[in-house]
Structures are given as C-alpha cells and as structure tokens.
C-alpha cells in the first residue's frame, strides 16, 4: 500500500512511517504542501496522509488542488484544530477521513486501512462475499442466527457482548482503543470519562474466555484490546 | 505632549460648538435688532412727514381765510411757543414765484435767493420731498443739514411748502443705533459665554469617556463611566462603553483564569508521568515490564492531559460565548435512552438500578453531542457517588411551557457551604479528593446549559442525594 505522508514536524512523520512500514505500508515523507502536491501528481498512491498546517502549500490547498487535477487518492487529513467546521472544511475540500492530533495510532491504522479498502478496487471484490459468519480458531459468531459457540459450545450473550464480539470477530489481531469500542458500539465520538469498555470487555471476557483455557480477548496495556491467540 | 493635543482637539471642537453657536446667536440678533431700528426709522420718518403735511394743511386754511398777515401772526405765536419746532414756510404763486417765505431763526443767514432757486427746483412724489441747507451752526458752520418739505397746492395754482430739518428725527436715531450697539455687544458676550458652557457641558460625557478608554487602555479593566439615563445619544455612547469594557473584563479574567487552571492542573499529571518515565531511567534492575509500565502510564497521563485542555476549552468557549452549536430537534426520550444504555452496565457493577421515568415526552433544540456531554456528565457523577444498591432517577417532564429533566441520586449529596460553589472549575469538596475526576465536569455541564440558554439547577442535601434540574424553555 503506497502510501504518501505530508508532515512537517518531522518525530511524528518517523513515527508514523515506522508504525506504518510494520503494518506493511509503504511511506514516502514530504515537509511540505508543495511537493506533496508535486508528488501526488507524478505518482500513483493508494493512500495520502496529511497535516492541514504546513510550510508552503497549505493541507487544505493541496487537497483542493489534487482534485482539481482528477488525482482522487484517499486522504486522511490530521490536524491539531478540533472544531466542527474545521472538520467540514476538510471534508469539504475534498479530504476522506479527519484525525485530531494526537491520534491513537490504532486509530489511525484502522482508517488508512479503511480508506485503502474503499477506494481500491481489487480488495473490493474480495468483499462481496457473504460475510455474516465469522471464525476465530475455535471461536465462531453468526450474525443471522445470533448463535456464539466456543468449542462446539453455545455461548448466551447479551446484546451489547454480542456486538463487541462482532467487533472482535471483524478484527482480528488488530487491536481496538476503548475510543473505537466506544464509537462503534455506543456512537459516542467524545470520551464520557467512564470506564463502561473495561466493564464489557471484562463481561464478555467472562463468558467467552474464562472457562477455556486460552484467552483470546487481550489487554495491550495504554493501547486497548485485541482478539489474538497468545 | 501628547496632552497638548488631546486638549488642542478637543478644544477644537467646543470652540467650533461656541462660535457655531455664538454666531447664530448673535447674526440672529443682529437681525432683529437692525429690523427694528430699520421699521422705527420709517415710522418715526413717515410721522414727521404727516406732521409737515398736515401742518401745510393748517397753514394754507389760515392763508386763504386770513391772508398772508395773519399767517405771520401765527406763525409768530407759535414760534413763542416752542423755539425749537419751526417750520419754515413758503407760498408760491401758480408760476412758481414765491409771495410768501417764512424762514427759521438758524436758516436767516441763507440768502432768499438760495432757498428760491432750491425750492423751485424740487420734484415732489407724494407731495414730499427733500433738499439740503447750511445752518447757522457755531460748532459745524458748513456743515450741510438735511430738510424735509411738504407740498399742498391749491386748486387756483398756488402751492404751500412746509420745511423742517430732520435733526431731532436723527438724534432720535442715533441714540437708539447706539442703544442697539451697546445691545449686540452684550449679546456677542453672552452669546460666546453661553455656548462655551453649553458646548462643554455636552462634551462632559465625552471627556469622561476620554478618560475611561484611556484608563482601560492602562489596564483597569473594571473602569465605567457614569451614566445619567437621560436616553441622549451620549448617553447611549457612555452605556454601550460600559457594555463593552464589562466584555473586556470578562474576557481577560476567563482567560486569565483559563491560564491559571492550565498552568494547575496539568502539572499534576504531567508531573506524573515525568517522575515515572525518569525513575524508570534510573533504576538500574528496571525490567522491560518496568518499561512497558512506565511508557503505559506516560500514554494514560498525556490522554487525561488532552481530555483536561478539550474540557478547559470548551469551557471557556461556552463562558465567553463562542461555542459552536449544532442544533438540531432531538426527542428527550431517544437521546436519553441512549445516554442511560452506556451507563447502565457500569451501573450494574455497583448494583446501582437506573430508572428513566418519562412522564412527558418532548421535542426540543439541541446539540447532540453537548447535550449527551451534559447528561453523560451528571449519571456519571450520580452513580459514582452513590453507593451500592442505590437507584439513580431521570424523570423527563412538563411543567406548563418548560421541558424539565431531573437526574436525581441517593449518594454523598453536597453540603450546603460547598453547594454554590459546585460550578466553579475545579472546585472538589474534600471528601472527593479520592475519587477519580477532574473537577471540570459540572463547570462544562453549566457553560453548555448556558449556551443552549437552559437554566441548571441543584438541590441537594448532604448524606442524603442531590437532584439536578435542567430546564428548557419552548
């Protein structure tokens, strides 16, 4: 996954591109907007990763100018500036996505991958196919009966358990942040400073992990939680 | 220097004020004064000229009922009777020559010859006319006097003349010009005294307000002018200062405060996660679990910190009034619904039973995600301060044309000297220190409530629970 970074503050940019490059991305940084623009232009990039204040050309700028000039790459735009309508700008100008600094960086893997998915036509047709029934080694959840079964045995789940189990499930080995759970689950884009994620995840841990020898759904301490075989 | 100008300017304009306004005034008066000496010459003039007439009248009816003699005689009695009122007479044949002259004392010096020839070659409108003689004057001998005269003719050709100098109609006059001189002037003095006062007693207010926006320029955020409520347009000026300056005050104390709260409050887990991170360096037998430990508190510490700077934020947005709303009609059931279903598993672990009791159902205004910030905020709070085994009540109700919701808890309660204190940034009563908590929360709660123009209430007692109140206007 070709991947294009216009950062200027260059510890993040490294930052970035080594979390990525272990993700198999691969990163090309540039400082500013103008050889961004330059840049994109030239080369075909699956995916582009920009701040919005920048030396030269600014984020938005180089947006409004790829499109301009029919180059219609994802971009995820990252910026320090929180409002509502600094969002709706970004997307306005033609932006896919919008991350306020600072990012989890699960949280940004996840929509890079996202954007990536969307936009690429060859792992769209991977997608077509009937996906109600998920596997996780012995682990199996189907969407259309809302039936869970561990080791050919049945789990009862609530509905909330039954949904973070779906998350999981849609993802595995990739670890979620209690933002994501919180977002995916809830709706909530804000952090309602309570503990309700832990709560779950120890719920459904109870039912699903306890009594099976192996734990698959796994605390990254300061990250969040993933579904991975130990 | 710059004092030197401020007052040159402003002098500049109550010294236009005053001559804008002593001009009129006195061209004004000017006016009326010179109008009035103007109608009293002619009325006075035109009197005089009655006299002569009608006193050429009389002497003609003496002339053709006693002859010229007679006429003498009379003239005589009344020269004895006032020496100053002599006219002098004439009587001219239908040819123009004069059988009858009759001349005042000061004239006996002019040949008849002179007076002849001037009277002859008079031309009467109305039968007036005027014409110049020199008088027997010890002071001015040359000097030229004016006459008036007054012509009846009879219906047989023969005409009567009736002269009179216009002295006394003119000392008349020029007493009274000087009498209106003395007038103007005092009217240009008062005229200037009066509109200086005037001018500066109306620019008062905007010398106090010179005052005032360099007092507050000087930092003196909380200077006012006063205001007399006279409703005139400085007035109004002095009011929209004061207005304006309170803004300012305002805005620099909420920053200022914002500041202060920054400054406090991130050091504590900046502070944290500092100590951590270089004990962690320090310690010789540090494990790769002691790393892992110390950069997973670094990332707890730095996410409390943002949390912190976006609640500190949005506070101060909401005071000073800058808050962006998105609004749009909510139903209070669903929302709150929604609120409730993230709270009511963490609930559960404390036992605690959330009751949503929606007595009235409404529609009303909102921004989604502030209001779910407010509600969010205050189950929270009733639940962590609750103990186990309690309920926590929402009630959504409505009282006439208010929409009411109550969140009410049976926990710590607040005591009542902490209890207007609540709503103030990171205001912790001291037996919260323990619990987790930043202290922003209801500070946040009352900028949004605020925002939205909803009134937040609290009754509470200590020990027993607290219920708050949000009401919403329709």
Avoid at chain 1, 30 to 37: C, E, K, M, P, T
Avoid at chain 1, 198 to 210: A, I, N, Q, S, T
Avoid at chain 2, 262 to 289: F, G, I, M, W, Y
């Amino acid at each position: 996954m070709n991947t294009l970074i216009v950062e200027d503050d260059i510890e993040i940019a490294k930052n970035l591109m080594d979390g990525l490059t272990q993700n198999n991305f691969i990163c090309t940084h540039v400082a500013d907007g103008q050889l961004g623009f330059d840049l994109a232009l030239k080369n075909q990039f699956q995916l582009i990763i920009t701040d919005i204040m920048l030396p030269g050309l600014d984020g938005l700028e180089m947006i409004t100018r790829l499109r301009s000039e029919k180059i219609d790459t994802p971009v995820l735009i990252l910026t320090a500036k929180r409002s509502l309508d600094e969002r709706v700008l970004g997307l306005q100008s033609g932006g896919d996505d919008y991350l306020v600094k600072p990012f989890a960086f699960v949280e940004l893997l996840a929509r890079a991958k996202n954007l990536v998915k969307r936009y690429s036509p060859i792992l769209k047709t991977e997608n077509t196919q009937a996906a109600h029934e998920f596997k996780f080694h012995d682990l199996s959840i189907n969407l259309l009966t809302r039936e869970v079964y561990r080791n050919s045995k049945k789990i009862e789940l609530q509905a909330k358990e039954f949904q973070l189990l779906d998350f999981f499930m849609k993802n595995p080995n990739v670890p979620l942040s209690k933002n994501q759970i919180l977002e995916k689950i809830w709706g909530y884009n804000f952090d309602p400073q309570t503990n309700v994620v832990d709560v779950l995840v120890y719920r459904l841990r109870g039912k699903v992990d306890k009594d099976y020898g192996q734990t698959y759904i796994q605390t990254i301490k300061g990250i969040g939680y993933v579904l991975k075989t130990e | 220097m710059s004092l030197r100008l401020n007052k040159n300017t402003f002098n500049k304009i109550s010294i236009r004020l005053t001559l804008g306004y002593a001009m009129l005034f006195i061209l004004s008066s000017a006016f009326i004064l010179f109008l009035n000496y103007f109608l009293f010459s002619r009325s006075i003039q035109t009197r005089d000229q009655n006299i002569l007439l009608s006193k050429s009248k009389e002497y003609t009816s003496i002339y053709l009922k006693n002859g010229s003699n007679e006429l003498e005689k009379y003239l005589d009695e009344e020269k004895q009777g006032d020496l100053d009122s002599q006219y002098l007479v004439r009587i001219a044949s239908p040819d123009g020559r004069a059988i009858f002259l009759r001349l005042p004392e000061n004239l006996k010096k002019n040949s008849p010859e002179l007076i002849e020839k001037k009277l002859s070659e008079l031309k009467y409108i109305k039968g007036l006319a005027t014409f110049f003689l020199k008088e027997d004057s010890v002071e001015e001998p040359d000097e030229l006097n004016e006459y008036e005269v007054a012509q009846f003719t009879l219906a047989n050709g023969v005409s009567l003349q009736v002269a009179r100098n216009t002295d006394d109609r003119d000392d008349v006059l020029e007493r009274y010009l000087g009498t209106i001189l003395i007038a103007m002037l005092i009217v240009l003095i008062f005229g200037s005294i009066g509109g200086f006062i005037f001018s500066n007693q109306a620019l008062i207010p905007v010398r106090n307000l010179i005052q005032a926006i360099k007092s507050v320029r000087a930092g003196a955020l909380s200077t006012r002018v006063p205001v007399k409520n006279s409703n005139d347009e400085l007035d109004e000026i002095s009011h929209l200062f004061n207005k304006m300056a309170e803004k300012i005050e305002r805005l620099v104390l909420n920053m200022q405060e914002t500041l202060d709260s920054v400054a406090h409050d991130l050091r504590t887990p900046l502070t944290r996660l500092k100590s951590k991170a270089e004990l962690t360096l320090l310690n010789p037998t540090a494990t790769v679990a002691d790393y892992k430990t110390s950069l997973v508190q670094t990332i707890e510490n730095t996410s409390e910190i943002v949390s912190f700077i976006n609640t500190l934020m949005d506070i101060s947005e909401a005071e000073v009034g800058v808050l962006k709303l998105n609004l749009v009609q909510v139903n209070s059931t669903v929302i709150i619904s929604e609120i409730i279903d993230l709270y009511s598993i963490v609930a559960e672990e404390k036992n605690i039973k959330i009751e949503f009791d929606y007595m009235d159902e409404f529609n009303f205004f909102a921004d989604r995600n502030r209001f779910k910030q407010v509600l969010s905020n205050l189950i929270d709070n009733a639940i962590k301060y609750s103990e186990e085994n309690k309920t926590v009540r929402i009630v959504t109700k409505k009282n006439y044309s208010t929409f009411e919701i109550s969140v009410t808890d049976q926990g710590l309660g607040i005591n009542e000297h902490d209890l207007p204190k609540i709503w103030d940034r990171l205001f912790r009563s001291h037996e919260l220190k323990s619990v987790k908590g930043l202290g922003l929360g209801l500070s946040l709660v009352k900028s949004i409530c605020q925002s939205h123009n909803w009134n937040i209430s609290v009754k509470s007692q200590h020990g027993a629970g607290s219920e708050f109140l949000i009401s919403i206007k329709d």
